[in-house]
Nanobody, 124 residues
């Protein structure tokens, strides 16, 4: 099993940047694929980005491609989401998630482990 604890987030102006962190505890962090999702007010949970076990492959939602970067450090058991050029429509609660299969999935139902969520608000 793996437990995920998030940090980062907050209020930022349009065009600004934030970095979200996801700290894992438990064994074999490197054997879990990591993803970030977000959920805006009144909206369904939405896929943002995914990174495979060793960080070799990354995948992004079209809405964040070129602005967000997912990364991981397996030695430190950390995953990150660097968010640049933030827009008001990026406002949401962001959640990191983990799953044992390495293949990318955009479905929240395919992830068995979740962080507690962190609020990101983009507003002037």
């Amino acid at each position: 099993q793996v437990q995920l604890v998030q940090s980062g987030g907050g209020l930022v102006q349009p065009g600004g940047s934030l970095r979200l962190s996801c700290a894992a505890s438990g064994r074999s962090f490197g054997a879990y694929a990591i993803a970030w999702f977000r959920q805006g007010p009144g909206k369904e949970r939405e896929f943002v980005a995914h990174i495979t076990w060793l960080g070799v492959s990354t995948y992004y939602a079209d809405s964040v491609k070129g602005r967000f970067t997912i990364s991981r450090n397996n030695t430190q058991k950390m995953a990150y989401l660097q968010m640049n050029n933030l827009k008001p429509e990026d406002t949401a609660v962001y959640l990191c998630a983990a799953r044992r299969p390495n293949a990318m999935s955009r479905s929240p139902a395919d992830y068995g482990y979740w962080g507690q969520g962190t609020q990101v608000t983009v507003s002037s």
